[in-house]
């Protein structure tokens, strides 16, 4: 009885089985293969040719039959079970009608479906010296199902939604969504993938002049921040707000850095350096992922626009090819 005890959490912890479907698994439920062909043997020499173990779970009044592939601890936990379980009566399927052996019955008798919930799940946390209850509730065997489900969901090569609900042998992905919850982790792995600050923000280096901010000049209007193009050092305030920041058209507020200013400006101790995100609009991210075109199409829409100094670019006569804002990568 105790290997009875020791064999049966099994099939719905590894196998991820429903309470009304592991007990009518029969003898001869696992099968091995290697390479798509099946191959017999005893179950160590099996994993040796890194086999791959197959339950076969029968058809239930809800749902058909179906083979899914386990761990193959599962596969040698039911040999083993299966050396050793002593000789039963067959019992008829009253599904199909068929004289049947089933794997789990003891003493001419077939497990109940509660008895894992009853039974075992009690005499397990009693042994290992955890509660039989925690917040959400009763530790049932749905729990393992749905633990499992979590698992394969958040794993780094997860399974997708069909994939998963085949594994499980659900008839809706409805019923698999409510089984399978996204983790934190996994989320935020998405997010990072989808690249949203990659693609929608870039950074520019900015010069704080600290003496400016300190002495009161930059309340009197004196340029305190210099955000880098490249070409040159913008002052504008509200750099973020320009239409032209992406492809500067080189107004009064603009510093080339050539300049003796900007020397002057590179020259002094007292600046701090800083990061500054900028969201990109559609435009220029085109200009950004696209190249000269998208650049091109840009400045032309931008080319009757007021500067922050107030000219447009054509009355500033501006060159006509500008410098996209430089990226810096962290």
Same mark, same amino acid.
């Given at each position: 009885?105790?290997?009875?005890? *020791?064999?049966?959490?099994?099939?719905?912890?590894?196998?991820?089985?429903?309470?009304? +479907?592991?007990?009518?698994?029969?003898?001869?439920?696992?099968?091995?293969?290697?390479?798509?062909?099946?191959?017999?043997?005893?179950?160590?020499?099996?994993?040796?040719?890194?086999?791959?173990?197959?339950?076969?779970?029968?058809?239930? %009044?809800?749902?058909?039959?179906?083979?899914?592939?386990?761990?193959?601890?599962?596969?040698?936990?039911?040999?083993?079970?299966?050396?050793?379980?002593?000789?039963?009566? @067959?019992?008829?399927?009253?599904?199909?009608?068929?004289?049947?052996?089933?794997?789990? &019955?003891?003493?001419?008798?077939?497990?109940?479906?509660?008895?894992?919930? *009853?039974?075992?799940?009690?005499?397990?946390?009693? %042994?290992?010296?955890?509660?039989?209850?925690?917040?959400? !509730?009763?530790?049932?065997?749905? +729990?393992?199902?749905?633990?499992?489900?979590?698992?394969?969901?958040?794993? %780094?090569?997860?399974?997708?939604?069909?994939?998963?609900?085949?594994?499980?042998?659900?008839?809706?992905?409805?019923?698999?969504?409510?089984?399978?919850?996204?983790?934190?982790?996994?989320?935020?792995?998405?997010?990072?993938?989808?690249?949203?600050?990659?693609?929608?923000?870039?950074?520019?280096?900015?010069?704080?002049?600290?003496? &400016?901010?300190?002495?009161?000049?930059?309340?009197?209007?004196?340029?305190?921040?210099?955000?880098?193009?490249?070409? !040159?050092?913008?002052?504008?305030?509200?750099?973020?707000?320009?239409?032209?920041?992406?492809?500067? &058209?080189?107004?009064?507020?603009?510093?080339?850095?050539?300049?003796?200013?900007?020397?002057?400006?590179?020259?002094?101790?007292?600046?701090?350096?800083?990061?500054?995100?900028?969201?990109?609009?559609?435009?220029? @991210?085109?200009?950004?992922?696209? !190249?000269?075109?998208?650049?091109?199409?840009?400045?032309?829409?931008?080319?009757?626009?007021?500067?922050?100094?107030?000219?447009?670019?054509?009355?500033?006569?501006?060159?006509?090819?500008?410098?996209?804002?430089?990226?810096?990568?962290?």
């Amino acid at each position: 009885m105790q290997q009875f005890l *020791n064999f049966l959490p099994l099939p719905q912890g590894h196998g991820s089985l429903r309470p009304t +479907r592991w007990p009518r698994l029969r003898i001869g439920s696992i099968r091995w293969q290697h390479d798509g062909s099946e191959i017999m043997g005893d179950s160590d020499q099996v994993l040796a040719r890194d086999a791959v173990c197959l339950l076969d779970v029968p058809a239930h %009044k809800t749902g058909t039959a179906f083979t899914k592939p386990v761990d193959p601890v599962l596969g040698q936990a039911l040999d083993a079970w299966q050396a050793v379980r002593p000789a039963q009566p @067959k019992f008829t399927d009253r599904r199909t009608g068929e004289l049947v052996d089933w794997l789990f &019955a003891f003493r001419a008798r077939k497990v109940s479906t509660s008895y894992i919930n *009853n039974t075992v799940i009690p005499v397990l946390c009693r %042994k290992a010296g955890v509660p039989a209850a925690d917040v959400r !509730g009763k530790i049932t065997s749905h +729990r393992a199902r749905s633990t499992i489900a979590s698992q394969l969901c958040n794993a %780094k090569e997860p399974m997708t939604l069909f994939e998963l609900q085949a594994w499980l042998g659900h008839r809706s992905p409805q019923s698999t969504q409510f089984y399978a919850k996204i983790s934190p982790a996994t989320l935020t792995r998405a997010y990072d993938d989808a690249g949203y600050f990659s693609r929608n923000m870039r950074t520019v280096e900015v010069l704080v002049d600290r003496d &400016a901010v300190a002495s009161g000049a930059a309340a009197a209007g004196e340029p305190w921040q210099h955000y880098d193009l490249g070409h !040159g050092y913008c002052t504008y305030t509200f750099f973020e707000q320009c239409p032209h920041r992406m492809a500067c &058209a080189k107004c009064d507020f603009c510093t080339p850095k050539d300049s003796s200013k900007a020397q002057l400006l590179e020259a002094k101790d007292n600046l701090q350096r800083m990061l500054a995100a900028i969201p990109l609009t559609d435009d220029e @991210k085109a200009a950004v992922d696209d !190249g000269n075109a998208a650049l091109g199409a840009l400045l032309g829409r931008l080319a009757d626009v007021p500067t922050p100094a107030g000219p447009t670019p054509r009355q500033i006569s501006a060159p006509p090819t500008a410098t996209l804002l430089p990226v810096i990568r962290q």
